[in-house]
């Protein structure tokens, strides 16, 4: 399971691609710091924004830094099931060695 949420992914082109836990952490980053700043920022749509997007970058870039650390030496992982069947047609060749 940790393999599956660490490890980098690979698009069509071959390009590593985020992990898993990467594209969670975004998610739950972005709405924990939404829930916690509408008070704070007592309902005001324009300060709400700005704190959300000053917040999550500090936190994520924070929190992504860590993963990279974990993510060292895995394997990386196909993105999609159709990237493999691309690659297994002949259309498109996909190194997963970098």
Do not use: C
């Amino acid at each position: 399971m940790l393999d599956y949420l660490l490890a980098p992914r690979r698009d069509h082109r071959g390009w590593k691609t985020p992990s898993e836990a990467s594209r969670i952490l975004l998610v739950v980053v972005v709405l924990g710091v939404s829930y916690w700043a509408w008070p704070v920022t007592e309902g005001n749509i324009v300060m709400w924004v700005g704190t959300v997007i000053m917040v999550s970058t500090a936190l994520l870039t924070v929190g992504w830094w860590i993963l990279s650390l974990a993510a060292r030496g895995r394997e990386p992982r196909i993105l999609t099931t159709s990237v493999g069947k691309i690659q297994n047609k002949g259309r498109g060749k996909i190194r997963l060695d970098d």
